[in-house]
């Protein structure tokens, strides 16, 4: 019993050796010099039988001329394959996201009528201010009236700088004062004016808000309640009415389908100057200055934004005359963004929803709140202070007159190429890109002298209300859509998958013929000898088994 277990033992272990030694005599089979011509051989047979084109010309038998010359085009063919789809690729990943035109048309009664801001060009009445009177006691020394001293400095703020000289003198800072002097001496009186709103006549008082921005005091229409743009702890003012009111309309959603034509903001549904916001505004004859402005423009400036932005009129707006009415026809623009480029991060979409982005001031982002909350924030830094027009808490002053050059100078100085690294640090911070989905809205405007009081001469019968009209100079603007619809623009991915696979299948078959086929054959003849090699090893452990 123990010879057989002992035999059978031998029996195994020689089996084993030689099992090893036929490995290591398999091993040669696979080195470099007996490989190459079966490679060889693989190669040419791929390139005799492929779909690709050109590949058979270089292993065809013809002279060294011909194989040379193929051999030039197919690498050239190669070069250019890569070449192409290299850029492609960039694009796709430098360059991910395309704005183009939609390709639906959408309608006027979709998006909300501007908001439009009304800024008359004369900020105090006579009664409160002679500034042409007080400009020449000031050049002289002798302006030595305390309350006409200050409104002459409350003026700093939106005339010309040069009528002050020097103002090291004057205070650092304005209080409260300053901002019911703008409502106790206002020029304009809505009381005074004409509004008409689709061919209907209101009140002003009822279309019309007051509203502080950088040109001092304006009225808008149309707008969000500034309680529901600024932040809770922002400033507000005594006009500064809180309305409660439910809004129809979100940027991003469009108006509530709960709501019909009667929503907050108010929408139109026709274009034309029938269906149009109409304001006229009454300016005493002698409250008209010319010193104030630098170009002695007198009249209004009127500037249309979305309902949720607070606006910049001294530096988006047009301009309406004295004597004279403008009509201002919309073209608008929207720009909306695909669902599928919410998900990239914002830096490669280079664009923020209304949300996504909160602000310290600001209940809603956009580019233009961000640069105003950047500015603010630098503008404090820098003078501790902020302009009249900024966003500040109960904590922050106004700058007065003192520090006016060093207000003005910051917000200069930060729009400037010459900011320093700490500067720029700051803008990166501030990081102001577009909204994803916004409304912007080009105007087109012509304007005509108004002969508005020959008007009233024909149909006024009060002799007395005639010769008070008398005593004012008129300044209207009529605003509406110049049609009933437009084509918004859309960002999109610049290639989806499908396009991507498309461009690069485009290039790979203008350049060689490859095709889905092609890479099929190339697979089979990867696959071939390797399968060919896995059958011979293990027909050869088959028949050593059987030997054992």
């Not at 002097?181 to 004016?193: A, G, I, P, R, T």
């Not at 019309?208 to 009225?219: A, F, Q, R, V």
């Not at 500015?375 to 302009?387: I, L, P, Q, Y």
Request: some cysteine; overall charge negative; proline content about 4%.
């Amino acid at each position: 019993m123990k010879m057989a277990e002992s035999e059978h033992n031998d029996r195994a272990e020689k089996y084993e050796l030689k099992r090893r030694r036929n490995l290591l005599q398999t091993v040669p089979k696979i080195s470099p010099n007996k490989f190459t011509p079966k490679l060889k051989k693989t190669f040419i047979e791929y390139c005799e039988s492929s779909t690709i084109q050109g590949l058979n010309y270089l292993v065809k038998d013809s002279s060294a001329l011909e194989k040379s010359w193929w051999c030039i085009t197919v690498g050239l063919c190669i070069f250019g394959c890569i070449y192409m789809s290299y850029g492609n690729y960039n694009n796709w990943i430098e360059k991910p996201i395309l704005v183009s035109l939609a390709t639906k048309d959408q309608g006027i009664w979709e998006i909300p009528f501007p908001a439009t801001t009304i800024c008359p060009e004369t900020k105090y009445s006579m009664e409160c201010l002679n500034y042409t009177k007080a400009i020449k006691e000031h050049k002289k020394g002798i302006l030595t009236d305390e309350i006409q001293r200050q409104f002459f400095d409350y003026m700093s703020l939106t005339c010309l700088q040069s009528n002050y000289g020097n103002v090291s003198d004057g205070p650092e800072f304005f209080d409260d004062d300053y901002f019911e002097s703008l409502d106790e001496c206002k020029s304009v009186s809505l009381n005074l004016s004409y509004c008409k709103w689709m061919g209907r006549a209101y009140d002003c008082d009822e279309l019309l808000k007051p509203i502080l921005t950088d040109e001092g005091l304006c009225y808008n229409f149309n707008m969000f309640d500034v309680h529901d743009i600024y932040a809770d702890d922002v400033v507000k003012h005594d006009w500064d009415i809180e309305r409660n009111i439910t809004y129809a309309w979100d940027v991003e959603d469009g108006y509530d389908k709960d709501y019909y034509l009667d929503g907050t903001p108010k929408r139109s549904v026709e274009p034309g100057a029938k269906n149009a916001l109409m304001v006229a505004f009454f300016t005493p004859k002698e409250d008209i200055i010319r010193s104030c402005t630098e170009y002695s423009n007198q009249g209004m400036r009127v500037s249309l934004h979305m309902p949720n932005r607070i606006p910049r009129p001294s530096q988006v707006f047009f301009h309406v005359g004295l004597e004279t009415i403008v009509s201002a026809s919309i073209l608008p623009s929207v720009s909306s963004t695909s669902s599928e480029v919410k998900s990239f991060d914002p830096s490669i979409r280079n664009c923020y929803f209304s949300k996504e982005r909160k602000l310290r001031y600001f209940k809603f982002y956009s580019q233009n709140n961000c640069y105003v909350e950047c500015n603010t924030n630098f503008t404090k830094s820098v003078c501790g202070c902020v302009s009249h027009y900024m966003p500040r808490d109960n904590s922050t002053p106004v700058c007065g007159l003192a520090k006016l050059k060093c207000s003005d100078d910051a917000s200069s100085f930060l729009k400037s190429q010459d900011a320093d690294d700490k500067v720029v640090s700051l803008l990166d911070k501030c990081d102001c890109r577009p909204l994803c989905i916004d409304i912007t809205y080009d105007v087109e405007i012509s304007d005509d002298e108004w002969h508005w009081y020959e008007q009233v001469k024909a149909l006024e019968t009060d002799k007395k209300a005639r010769d008070e009209l008398k005593n004012y100079t008129v300044s209207a603007v009529r605003i509406f859509f110049r049609d009933t619809f437009f084509l918004p623009k859309q960002r999109r991915e610049l290639y989806e998958t499908t396009d991507l696979i498309s461009n690069f299948g485009g290039i790979l078959g203008l350049f060689t013929g490859f095709s889905l086929f092609s890479l099929a054959e190339i697979i089979y003849f990867i696959a071939k000898p390797l399968i060919q090699s896995f059958k011979k090893s293990e027909d050869i452990d088959d028949s050593e088994t059987a030997e054992a």
